[in-house]
């Protein structure tokens, strides 16, 4: 992707402030989850790309979820959430579970088939991975929450194309062209 901001390829120094954190974050190509959670019938969830493996042995991953959020909320007191890891052709339901589809509340949840696994998390059926998992800690720090979660049941679909987020627009990964070609 060409620079967006008139540099034309020219390193950037700047000092360290919020805005240049975020910038610099941009930078990082992530892969796209939705993070969902339920508790006494109530669903939440929202688009995320701060997730990550913790450990493979016991299975467990981190997801960092913002104190305002009401996602924040709901996995708190239900102790559970999935992370649902979806393919190129769910931008819409990425841009739903955003806030930037004009969905929300738990119309949100009916643009999609859902099930539960073990934790009674929403569970995207349809996607590259569904990560089920019970909270075993939380780590407040800032703005953010980090959730710890123990893996407790996967979905997989493996053969379907990821989709991706970086410099705030979403897109496709594509293979390098080895030398020899």
């Known amino acids: 992707m060409a620079p967006r901001d008139g540099t034309a390829g020219r390193p950037i120094s700047m000092t360290v402030t919020p805005e240049a954190f975020i910038q610099g974050m941009r930078q990082l190509a992530a892969g796209v989850t939705l993070i969902t959670t339920a508790h006494q019938g109530r669903r939440a969830g929202l688009t995320a790309t701060a997730v990550c493996s913790v450990s493979a042995e016991p299975p ?20 559970a959430f999935a992370v649902n890891v ?3 052709d769910q931008q819409h ?50 703005t953010h929450s980090i959730f710890i979660g123990r893996v407790v049941a996967i979905h997989l679909e493996p053969n379907r194309e990821p ?13 390098l062209l080895s030398s020899a070609d």
């Open 163 to 175: 989709l991706v987020y970086v410099e705030g627009d979403y897109g496709l990964i594509a293979p």
């Open 93 to 142: 339901l990425a841009e739903i579970f955003a806030g930037t589809a004009g969905v929300y509340g738990d119309r949100r949840f009916e643009q999609a088939v859902w099930t539960v696994l073990a934790s009674g998390a929403p569970v995207l059926r349809a996607c590259r991975a569904s990560f089920d998992c019970r909270v075993v800690e939380i780590v407040p720090t800032a």
């Open 60 to 79: 467990q991953l981190l997801a960092c979820i913002n104190h305002r959020a009401e996602t924040h909320e709901v996995v708190a007191k239900s102790g």
């Open 86 to 88: 979806l393919a190129s």
